[in-house]
């Protein structure tokens, strides 16, 4: 049976330029979260975010800055990274593929593009703008980079489309359809109106002190923290990988994706269950054989519970970890950024903390890790759940 496993992985995020700085700070407990000091910022109840330092653009030539909106710039960079950290091996390009997740695509390029329109007129808008606004543009920029032509997919599932883009890759792998596969997702939405447009849906949190703003599981927590970045993992078929000695980090052993059919907004405890269920399924596993979960968990208080429920029913009782607390929600790109921390706590045995969580909701009774603890853990669940009812799951393994 083919086998998709991971040889490579990079990122961009908060808390580093580097997967490798990303995960140390994880690890670490550093708190990727701010002050929004922008001047749109003024007057909103939403206060902290967190940021990608600017300097992540000094790897792109003055020409891919101006051509690409930040999502594909953002994620040129981290696909580059995990390419490289491949080992950047030769392949025909037939047999290369890529998928990059993201839930709004360039919107600070719709944003910017409109502005000047309405201020100086049609002539004023970037010839460039369509394809920088276009939410596939990501994956089309990494597709031509890494010259792939096994398919350019670009999943939009809300907060679920980073980890549809790892399943895409390893469905492609298992189909035969790839031999290698460069997936992930991104996402570039710290901005006035995304910010605005979630606030009023009352979905972030309103707290002042950014060390305090993002606490999944939390009895006081009152929404989530925007954050941005880019998180890429290389599949590649496991023969593959072995007849070119490749270094496999990990797994992607099982994967699902649904559909709750519920709510546009809410989620659905047992289609959430169900998922996670198919997911072990998928990979020959069971719930006891699963060592460490990362959760969803942006600390909402509707979204955190429902994922308690649907962890408590399947049965699954690993210690549970929500990164999201110091890294921000990546949205598109959180799935993604949950397998790089699972790898991680698998492959260094160190379970990275759940940031701010100190009085944990008394209906949130999983063993929630708030402070890094060792592991011996070999399978980790990652969850991903969005807006729209898109549920996805990704089982990962040590080896």
């Known amino acids: 049976m083919r086998r998709a496993v991971i ?25 990727g979260v701010t002050a929004l000091k922008e001047p749109w910022a003024e007057g909103l109840p939403v206060h902290v975010a967190a940021r990608v330092d600017d300097a992540f653009a000094d790897a792109l030539t003055v020409r891919e800055v101006r051509r690409m909106d930040r999502v594909a710039q953002l ?34 390029t719709t944003l910017a593009q409109h502005a000047l329109l309405d201020e100086r007129g049609h002539r004023a808008v970037s010839p460039h703008a369509v394809t920088m606004v276009m939410a596939n543009s990501p994956a089309a920029w990494l597709s031509i980079d890494l010259a792939a032509k096994a398919g350019a997919r670009a999943p939009v599932t809300a907060c679920a489309a980073g980890s549809e883009a790892i399943g895409t890759g390893r469905q492609a792998i298992l189909a035969g359809e790839a031999d290698m596969y460069v997936c992930g997702g991104v996402e570039a939405s710290v901005l006035d109106l995304v910010v605005s447009a979630f606030s009023r849906a009352r979905a972030m949190s309103t707290q002042t002190d950014p060390a305090s703003a993002s606490r999944p599981f939390d009895a006081e927590r009152d929404g989530f923290v925007m954050g941005e970045g880019s998180a890429m993992v290389v599949l590649e078929e496991e023969s593959h990988a072995r007849a070119r000695g490749a270094r496999i980090l990990g797994a992607v052993e099982g994967f699902s994706l649904t559909s709750d059919a519920h709510d546009i907004v809410g989620g659905e405890p047992r289609n959430q269950a169900r998922t996670i269920e198919l997911a072990l399924r998928s990979a020959g596993l069971t719930p006891s054989d699963v060592g460490l979960v990362h959760a969803h968990a942006t600390s909402t208080p509707a979204g955190d519970l429902n994922e308690v429920r649907a962890l408590r029913s399947v049965g699954v009782g690993a210690p549970v970890t929500a990164t999201k607390a110091s890294t921000g929600h990546l949205l598109g790109g959180s799935g993604p950024l949950g397998a790089l921390a699972a790898l991680g706590a698998m492959r260094d045995g160190v379970v990275p903390p759940t940031l701010h969580t100190s009085t944990l909701d008394p209906e949130a009774d999983l063993d929630v890790v708030t402070e890094a603890r060792t592991t011996t853990a070999e399978v980790a669940l990652v969850d991903a759940f969005g807006f729209g009812g898109h549920s996805a799951a990704l089982v990962l393994t040590r080896s």
């Open 7 to 31: 040889t490579g992985i990079g990122a961009v995020s908060p808390l580093g330029l580097t997967a490798t700085e990303t995960w140390t700070s994880m690890r670490r407990g550093v708190d």
């Open 75 to 108: 994620t040129l960079v981290a696909g580059r990274a995990a390419w490289a950290d491949a080992g950047s091996p030769e392949i025909e390009p037939e047999r290369l593929g890529v998928a990059v997740g993201t839930a709004n695509g360039g919107y600070g």
